[in-house]
């Protein structure tokens, strides 16, 4: 429900009724395996056995296309 965006009230109600977790655990719960893939990620970067990949790395290249100004610049 955090993941999915479900306001704090509703939550709340479906833990007093006890068919959630509190949004204080939810919110330890997050914090807790933060830390744990924080440090399982340094932990594997000191081992120099991974690589990492960025997604939507965009590079804008320039390409060059000739023009009758660029011909005439260049004589």
Do not use: W
């Not at 509703?10 to 977790?21: C, Y």
């Not at 919110?27 to 395996?33: G, K, P, T, V």
């Not at 081992?47 to 009758?68: E, G, M, Q, R, W």
């Amino acid at each position: 429900m955090h993941s999915c965006g479900t306001p704090e009230t509703v939550r709340e109600l479906l833990a007093h009724m006890g068919l959630s977790i509190s949004t204080t655990s939810i919110n330890e719960a997050i914090s807790n395996l933060s830390k744990e893939a924080i440090a399982e990620t340094r932990r594997i970067g000191k081992s120099l056995l991974t690589t990492y990949a960025y997604d939507n790395f965009d590079i804008d290249l320039k390409h060059s296309t000739p023009t009758v100004l660029g011909q005439l610049q260049m004589t």
